[in-house]
């Protein structure tokens, strides 16, 4: 119940195409659901975050569309740069308990 | 500037020791956690804090140990009892009892056992 599953493992894109990266979770307690992006040798750094009382969050390139009713959230990439290559992680917590529980993560390479 | 700050970077251990693992942060910070990451496992909750002197087990809080005597820093002791320590250990803290709970991470500190 408190895992957050998370596809893919890895995926490349081409410079200027859309990633596409999807979490599920099955706990309802979950209430905040944030991106991290991690380059390597470096700490996560939040990207973007939503609540379930929205559908959609843009923050320039980065859009996370949450569907509660299926308990999935993805991220979308628009026009991918390859600076954005990283591994991004999902996450989730609830107000009851402020750990965040990560996904498996995806290592994101876009292609020059 | 305001930061949490792990030290050291890379941390060789050898087998039977214990080595302890530096955390600090600047942020006025209520939680702090201790992550492992290990590759294409994600990140694993070893042990949180959420108020000083009082700390919880993550999921896997086996072989380790932590204190919090001050709000902070937040030190983990990786003990000869972890039978597999070789991991990029990552330390994290964030505001309790408000909205954002956006954690913050330090840079890691990869520990190798020789």
């Known amino acids: 119940q408190q895992q957050v599953k998370q596809s893919p493992q890895s995926l490349i894109v081409q410079k200027g195409g859309i990633s596409i990266i999807n979490c599920a979770y099955e706990?309802?307690?979950?209430?905040?659901f944030p991106w991290y992006q991690q380059f390597p040798g470096k700490g996560p750094a939040l990207l973007i975050a939503?609540?379930?009382?929205?559908s959609e969050k843009k923050e320039g390139r980065f859009t996370i569309s949450f569907n509660k009713s299926a308990k999935q959230f993805s991220l979308h990439i628009m026009d991918s740069q390859p600076g954005d290559s990283a591994t991004y992680f999902c996450?989730?917590?609830?107000?009851?308990?402020?750990?965040?529980?990560f996904g498996s993560g995806t290592r994101l390479l876009v292609r020059p | 500037d305001g930061g949490i700050t792990q030290s050291p970077k890379y941390l060789f251990r050898k087998e039977g020791q214990n080595v302890t693992l530096s955390c600090e942060q600047n942020?006025?910070?209520?939680?702090m956690y201790w992550y492992r990451q290990d590759p294409g496992q994600g990140l694993r909750l070893i042990y949180y804090?959420?108020?000083?002197?009082?700390?919880q087990k993550g999921d896997i809080a086996e072989g380790y140990s932590v204190s919090r005597e001050k709000k902070e820093s937040f030190p983990l002791t990786v003990t000869s009892a972890q039978k597999n320590p070789t991991a990029f250990y990552l330390c994290?803290?964030?505001?309790?009892?408000?909205?954002?709970?956006?954690?913050?991470f330090g840079q890691g500190t990869r520990l190798t056992v020789v």
């Open positions: 942020l006025n910070h209520d939680a």
């Open positions: 939503i609540r379930p009382d929205v």
């Open positions: 706990n309802t307690a979950f209430d905040y």
């Open positions: 996450a989730a917590s609830s107000g009851s308990s402020y750990k965040l529980i």
């Open positions: 994290a803290s964030s505001f309790q009892h408000t909205a954002n709970t956006e954690a913050f």
């Open positions: 804090s959420q108020i000083v002197n009082d700390f």
